[in-house]
């Protein structure tokens, strides 16, 4: 711009610079503060209180989801292992005419299974044969009545280990109540009725055993009698048959062992004594029957 232009325009301005305040004169001697000035002199605004201070809301703590009770574990029962029945030819283990404790742990836990009704007896028969036969056909296998490897797991995975009475009963059979004939003094007591003999003392039972009797055409007598003769190695003049431990009651007629009865049981008969099958029982007898003791044969 010209100076006579702003001259004309009738205006002096001057700037003043006085410490940190900038001014500017006007022709008419005041001052016009200029922007810096009008912003020192402004007055601040009162500094606006803070806001209060939110006290934090406390979220409640989280309430555990109930449990299910666990329900108690159920006991694993042990299934019995199924047997395995042997391939190919059966292996035997016993047939008939075995004997001995094996056969008397057959025939005991047949009769834990009601296969075998009589008490055992050591000897393998026609009747332990047809309980095993049965119990075969039963459980699916071959009816053979012989006892074979297969037959027997399976017979002992149905059955528990026998006692030693269950094995070694006194008799096959239960002993019949006593004659009272019996009741007095030291008696041989044989029923007919039960096939049993009973020693006895004075009322009191002292041994039991298994016994048998003459066929049809040679019975034994009936009735009392005494003891009138012992033999421990007796053998029959007329039969010519061994006749251990001989207690001779009525003539030719004696208690004695039988090696056919242990071998057979009771398909056989005698020719009219009585027949005694455990040799150890009638070993034991023979030592403590008297001769003149009571024989008493009923039915």
């Known amino acids: 711009m ?6 004309a325009a009738g205006l002096l301005v001057v700037a003043v610079t006085a410490g940190c305040k900038t001014v500017v004169i ?25 806001a209060p201070a939110r006290t934090p809301t406390r979220t409640p703590p989280k309430r555990p989801r109930p449990t299910k009770p666990k329900k108690p574990a159920k006991p694993k029962l042990k299934r019995p292992k199924p ?7 059966a292996q035997t283990v016993l047939a008939q005419g075995s004997r001995g404790p ?20 050591g000897y393998y028969g026609r009747r332990t044969a047809a309980s095993v036969s049965a119990f075969q056909r039963k459980h699916g296998l071959r009816g053979t009545g012989t006892l074979d490897k297969a037959t027997w797991n399976t017979l002992r995975a149905l059955t528990r280990p026998p ?20 009741l007095k003094g030291r008696v041989l007591c044989v029923s007919k009725q039960s096939n049993t003999l009973a020693w006895m003392v004075n009322g009191q039972v002292r041994a039991t055993m298994d016994v048998r009797f003459g066929a049809q055409y040679t019975p034994t007598r009936e009735g009392t009698f005494r003891v009138g003769l012992k033999s421990r190695r007796h053998v029959s003049s007329i039969y010519h048959t061994p006749m ?52 008493v044969i009923y039915k």
Not at 2 to 7: F, N
Not at 83 to 89: D, S
Not at 104 to 119: G, I, M, N, P, T
């Open 2 to 7: 010209r100076k006579g232009q702003a001259v």
């Open 26 to 50: 006007t022709p008419s001697g005041g001052y016009s503060p200029t922007a810096a000035s009008l912003q020192s002199h402004t007055p601040q605004r009162a500094e606006a209180h803070p």
């Open 83 to 89: 047997v395995k029945h042997a391939r190919g030819p």
């Open 102 to 121: 094996r056969v008397r742990a057959l025939q005991a836990r047949l009769a834990q299974l009601s296969h075998f009704v009589q008490k055992p007896t």
């Open 163 to 182: 006692t030693r009475p269950e094995m070694y009963p006194t008799t096959s059979r239960p002993v019949a109540a006593p004659d009272p004939r019996c």
């Open 244 to 295: 251990p431990y001989a207690m001779f009651f009525s003539g030719g007629q004696a208690i004695h062992f039988s090696p056919d009865f242990a071998a057979h049981g009771y398909r056989g008969a005698s020719h009219g004594c009585v027949n005694v099958r455990d040799k150890t029982k009638i070993a034991t007898l023979f030592q403590q029957v008297k001769v003149g003791d009571k024989v």
